[in-house]
């Protein structure tokens, strides 16, 4: 398949997104909406799997282990141009021909030739200032997360067709759906930074549609609006650091900013110290880290199969991806990567000591998936080969085992009507096997079991994180960082414990379950949805007339199918794709300018395996100790420890302090400007309303309604034109 | 002809066209029965008809004749609409008053 095809792989999803509202005209065609969303992802998942490898000099594949390559960005990846979006074009002045005519032969791309300025007399080459147009650059790491966008995005949608089924606005959801993938795609493989911060806010608008798509749902509407505008705050600052890099380098083309600020000329200045702290504001906006981190929680309002693609596999990534893409801009000033690795460190050990301690199975795994986001910050953070390569490794696998773990913890929440609570469920396996099985292997990959996915993706970050503490291949050995290194085998053990405390309570144990009050069959829908629904029936969903209230029951196929390809992912994806994952990261802009691998590093990534699989192992069989064999166990050292429990299940009440000292100065800062606004700007507007309704007022009285009033009115208007006429002509 | 017309008696022309116009004028604005009001109207177009008319004369043209001719052509037709509008107004309220649509106020 030609290159050029790549240019389709956003595009498709787009065409399917209006193709999902076209249908939305008639309720009988609604129910094909999700056919066509899976139809147009999986079609860009295959281009992209077949066209997009194609990119870039295989010769730097070949070599990508010793890192030599060399600092040429155009041999790493090609750009695909499918249209032209913003031109701006300006005259650059010259004295004499000569020069203007030496300046169009170094600049074989100007189109124009040089000219005679008519009013100065001065020669001029008219040229581009400034350029973004949809153009895509695929290099290998563009190839990565098109892997990840697409090919978890079609499973995701293939689940949703079958949890969603029934459910009001199903071709809605799927347009939504499109939508993201359009937009994540864009982002992924965006060419310049406009293009990029487009799709940037495509994505946040779709995380917006898809947090509320319960919009009945005060809660939901809460949700979708802490989640855009925490978002806004982040993208504030990205936005402002693409302003900066535009003003530093001239362009927004991203392989020639990346290539101007790896040539040796380029001398850092106070510029490209500041590019990096506003990038990362918009990266730990979109990935939720510290301190914008709030709304990934609130955002499981959506339907579940968001929270699994959106909100855990994909759009909360582009963070890490947008720091992994620009690693050369973050490498000019000498604190930007730590920063981006202290604030991963923090946040993963942060939410994991929350997940530990919280009732909703979607909210645990919201806080693991900020604790897992942390890691791979911390990965990307270490401008080390190896833990970049963790860092986006663990970026491919987490998409397996957290939509994994989400869209099974969709089955629990749709077979007990909405059910989320660990403590109102147990022993749940004997009802629904296969969920029960396919979450133990997404909590083994979390989990890092050894030789699961996680496991290697976790242990490469955690091997680059020591490998600069210790001071390999050049580094200067640093405490803070083996603190930090320390404080992801902690987090790793919570991480362990937590996801497995929850697996326990849910499925081992009693079988004894309390069924939730939300009627997912569209209980206050109109009849029309009753009728898909009953359509719906055949395709495997399970849900049918015959079905009781009060029972819980396992997913249909539809929704089961997609779950074993995700474990399957969850299980191996580690032992395959640790190679070909390692060769595409070392063969793209990431690891580019990082130093060559220099010191046989291979006892210490042996011991941190051994150490992070018993870790594992020990995390596993606590939570097994507590929350399957001796739950009184778990209630009295609870008791004991009850303040620990309700700081970590109210989340440090950081929400409750951003209430206090952030929303409410906020909203009351608000009030007042409502009141200026009232007082001032409106005052004005009524006054000037006021002028004519005065003068009518004034006027009223002279229109009485009395005929006789008219006779006087007009011989009175009589006598005085009279007069003036008289005074005139006598005046003369 | 104008020379051996005394100049007095236009002026006396004038003031009957003159004082004619007055008293409609008093009329329409001091009577309130529709038909009076409507009958002093008429009143003050005779009091200009006399002076256009004395003009006229005065001047040796039938210009103001002619437009004479004109005005009470006019005033006929205005005068079968006004008394069929004073008929329609009677029997809507029952009464002459104009007081009696005085709401039709601005």
Request: net charge negative; aromatic share 14%; proline share 4%.
């Amino acid at each position: 398949m030609e290159l050029s095809t790549v240019k389709w792989i956003p595009w498709l999803p787009a065409f399917s997104a209006v193709i999902c509202c076209l249908l939305c005209i008639r309720p009988a065609w609604r129910r094909y909406a999700a056919a066509v969303t899976v139809a147009a992802i999986l079609a860009s998942f295959i281009i992209a799997m077949l066209a997009a490898p194609r990119a870039g000099d295989p010769e730097i594949r070949g070599d990508y282990e010793t890192g030599a390559y060399g600092q040429e960005i155009a041999a790493v990846g090609e750009t695909v141009t499918a249209f032209r979006w913003i031109h701006f074009r300006d005259y650059r002045a010259f004295e004499t021909e000569e020069a203007a005519a030496a300046y169009t032969a170094e600049n074989p791309d100007l189109r124009d030739r040089p000219e005679l300025d008519p009013e100065t007399g001065a020669w001029r080459v008219l040229e581009t200032t400034f350029q973004a147009d949809f153009a895509y650059f695929i290099d290998p790491l563009t190839v990565l997360m098109l892997f990840v966008v697409c090919g978890i995005g079609s499973l995701v949608a293939i689940y949703g067709a079958g949890y969603m089924s029934g459910e009001r606005g199903y071709a809605r959801f799927f347009a939504a759906v499109s939508l993201f993938i359009f937009a994540m795609t864009t982002v992924v493989m965006a060419d310049n930074l406009v293009l990029l911060y487009l799709g940037w806010e495509m994505v946040g608008l779709a995380s917006y549609l898809l947090i509320g798509y319960y919009y009945h749902r005060p809660s939901a509407v809460a949700a979708a609006k802490k989640a855009f505008i925490v978002n806004r705050i982040g993208d504030l600052g990205f936005a402002l650091g693409i302003f900066l890099t535009f003003m530093r380098y001239e362009t927004v083309v991203i392989a020639e900013i990346l290539q101007m600020a790896t040539s040796a000329e380029h001398v850092a200045d106070w510029r490209d110290y500041a590019i990096p702290f506003l990038l990362l504001m918009g990266a730990i906006g979109k990935s939720a880290q510290i301190p914008l981190y709030m709304w990934l929680p609130d955002a499981m309002e959506g339907p579940t199969p968001v929270s699994a693609l959106i909100h855990a596999a994909t759009m909360v990534t582009s963070g890490v991806y947008m720091i992994a893409r620009l690693t050369p801009l973050f490498e000019l000033s000498p604190y930007a990567l730590p920063t981006v690795a202290t604030l991963g460190g923090i946040t993963a050990a942060f939410a994991a000591t929350i997940a530990t301690c919280q009732y909703d199975i979607k909210r645990i795994y919201a806080f693991s998936t900020v604790s897992q986001l942390g890691y791979m910050f911390m990965g990307v953070g270490m401008g080390l080969r190896y833990a970049v390569f963790g860092g986006l490794f663990h970026l491919l696998t987490h998409a397996f085992f957290k939509a994994l773990l989400f869209l099974t913890s969709g089955n629990v929440m749709h077979g007990l009507h909405g059910q989320l609570d660990i403590r109102k469920m147990s022993g749940l396996r004997k009802v629904m096997p296969y969920t029960c099985w396919l979450m133990f292997a997404g909590c083994l990959s979390l989990a890092a079991f050894p030789f699961t996915a996680a496991f290697f993706s976790k242990d490469a970050i955690l091997a680059g994180v020591f490998e600069r503490a210790l001071g390999y291949h050049g580094q200067e050995p640093s405490n803070w960082f083996f603190f930090l290194g320390s404080l992801a085998l902690a987090t790793a053990f919570l991480t362990a414990y937590y996801c497995f405390r929850a697996w326990f309570r849910v499925f081992m144990g009693p079988t004894e379950y309390e069924m939730g009050q939300e009627d997912h069959n569209g209980g206050d829908d109109a009849p029309a949805s009753a009728a898909a629904h009953a359509e719906s029936h055949d395709d495997g969903h399970g849900h049918g007339k015959d079905h009781g209230r009060g029972e819980a029951h396992e997913a249909g196929w539809l929704m089961l199918a997609p779950l074993f390809i995700l474990a399957a992912g969850a299980l191996f994806a580690g032992m395959v794709g640790y190679g070909i994952v390692k060769q595409l990261i070392w063969s793209s802009t990431a690891t580019m300018t990082m130093p060559a691998i220099v010191d046989d590093t291979s006892a210490l990534h042996l011991t941190l395996m051994v150490l992070s699989g018993a870790i594992a192992i020990g995390g596993i069989c606590t939570a097994g100790w507590f929350h399957w064999l001796h739950r009184d166990a778990a209630a009295r050292v609870g008791e004991r420890a009850a303040p620990l429990v309700r700081l970590l299940y109210n989340k440090y009440y950081i929400d409750d302090l951003c209430e206090r000292y952030l929303v409410r100065p906020l909203h009351a800062a608000g009030e007042v400007l409502y009141l200026i606004d009232r007082v001032i700007i409106d005052g004005l507007v009524a006054f000037f309303g006021f002028i004519p309704r005065l003068l009518g007022w004034s006027a009223r009285p002279s229109q009485h309604g009395v005929l006789q009033g008219y006779g006087v009115a007009m011989l009175a208007a009589l006598a005085l034109i009279v007069t003036v006429v008289m005074l005139a002509v006598y005046a003369t | 002809m104008t020379g051996e017309m005394p100049s007095f008696v236009l002026s006396h022309f004038l003031l009957t066209g003159a004082v004619l116009f007055a008293l409609g004028l008093i009329g329409f604005v001091t009577r309130r029965n529709l038909i009076i009001m409507f009958l002093c109207t008429e009143l003050m177009f005779q009091g200009v008809v006399v002076t256009l008319v004395a003009f006229a004369f005065h001047h040796g043209n039938l210009e103001g004749q002619t437009f004479v001719i004109f005005v009470l052509t006019i005033a006929a037709a205005e005068a079968a609409l006004a008394l069929a509008l004073v008929v329609l107004l009677f029997r809507r309220r029952r009464t002459l008053d104009a007081a009696a649509w005085a709401q039709l106020q601005g």
